[in-house]
């Protein structure tokens, strides 16, 4: 119906796509606008809450980009807004939920199959990211994914974040690659390697192992080639190869669920994945153990 971006010609280019029929320069004149049923946002992180908290106020069903934003504090402001209001309007665009792969490994581990689980081995590379990027949202921005991946797979919070830093490559971010520990309730420990700058491509990989023996997530496989002494296949540039399904399902989820009960990750589940993120950014700055406090959860939020 409508699209938003201050940037017109980037606005124009995507209602033409969308099929939109009307452009507003202003995000806040979409969401006032009766046409319009439900929101999308994917603005820049530091502008999601109030948007979010805009389609609050006015009673619209609002599917955020991650991170709901990037400090726990706005996150906890849309929680309580949406408890005032006292039903779910939000949910939040974490969506390897959605991607087959994760569901596999999800109901493989739910089995029980090979037993309970004990470790997380997960890997996050990019082939690199523009000069304004810092280390900061190599974690709240990035890893906000493996976060939540990881808190959604062991159905438990994580109660105990650590960064710990390798040696910086050479021309990428001052902290990159970094190492995040994260302490589920339970005790188990998942392990994150995040590296921004790999250059060799979009590659996102998890090896879950349990007492029994160990799942590994997968990937769509392109077409390995053999050629002069040697095999190869290629990797994505960036998520859009790598997760295109899980964006369409999400999407298709979404609109599902506009006529029915929520689906997807909660504002919650935004709140709770970027109090773990702040957590982390404390432990990349001092080095040290960092301990994660969440409000109490309350019953909207239960499932
Ligand atoms: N789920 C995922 O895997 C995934 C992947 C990429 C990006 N994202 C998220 O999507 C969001 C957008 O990322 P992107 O890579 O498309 O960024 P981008 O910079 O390419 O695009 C952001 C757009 O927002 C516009 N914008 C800036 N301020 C605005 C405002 N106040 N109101 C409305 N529009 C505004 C900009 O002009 C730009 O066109 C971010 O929150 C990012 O974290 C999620």
Redesign the pocket.
Known sequence: VAL????LG??EAAAEAAGARRIVA??LTLIDDPDVDAVLV????P??AD?VLACLARGKPVLC???LAPRAEDCLRVVRAELELGRRLVQV???RRFDPFYGHLKDTLDSGACGQPLLLHCVHRNVSAPDWFTSEMAVN?SAV?EVDIVRWLLAEEIEQVQVIRSVPKRGGLPRDPILLLLRMASGVVADVEVFIHAAYGYDIRMEAVCEEGTIDLGRPQPPSIRKALAVSDAFPAD?RGR?GDA?RLQLQSWVRSLSGAPVGASAWDGYAATTVTDALVRSLQSGDAVSVTLEPRPDLYRN
């Open positions: 938003s971006d201050p940037d980037r606005a202003d995000g994917a603005s820049p992180d502008t999601h948007f980009e991650k991170p665009g974490f969506m921005n994914h998520w997760f964006y």
